[in-house]
């Protein structure tokens, strides 16, 4: 019994603090400015999250994953596949691994 009421106190204390925002923010009127820096928050997460994995493919030759997150960004600027992208990554890393290791 103890047990379960930890589990659900632990859901009630992470879902409101998830579930707050969504109706606070609807209510308020945000700056333009804010607006724009609230959308780049999903791409500094998502650079922050990739980033350090990149440079720890190859703990030796980091140059190796700054290579390989290259060519991905290269290739999904150019709107290539996501497939394509992560395939091309994985082989130039792959392929550099075996060269220069």
Do not use: C, N
């Amino acid at each position: 019994m103890g047990l379960l009421l930890i589990i659900l106190g632990m859901a009630v204390v992470t879902f409101v603090p998830r579930l707050l925002p969504v109706f606070i923010i609807d209510r308020l009127t945000l700056p333009k400015w804010m607006h724009k820096w609230l959308r780049s928050i999903p791409y500094a997460a998502l650079g922050a999250l990739i980033f350090p994995g990149i440079l720890s493919v190859e703990p030796s030759a980091p140059a190796i994953g700054v290579i390989g997150g290259g060519v991905a960004a290269l290739i999904a600027y150019f709107r290539g596949h996501i497939l394509l992208v992560i395939l091309a990554a994985i082989l130039t890393v792959f392929t550099l691994q075996m060269w220069l290791l």
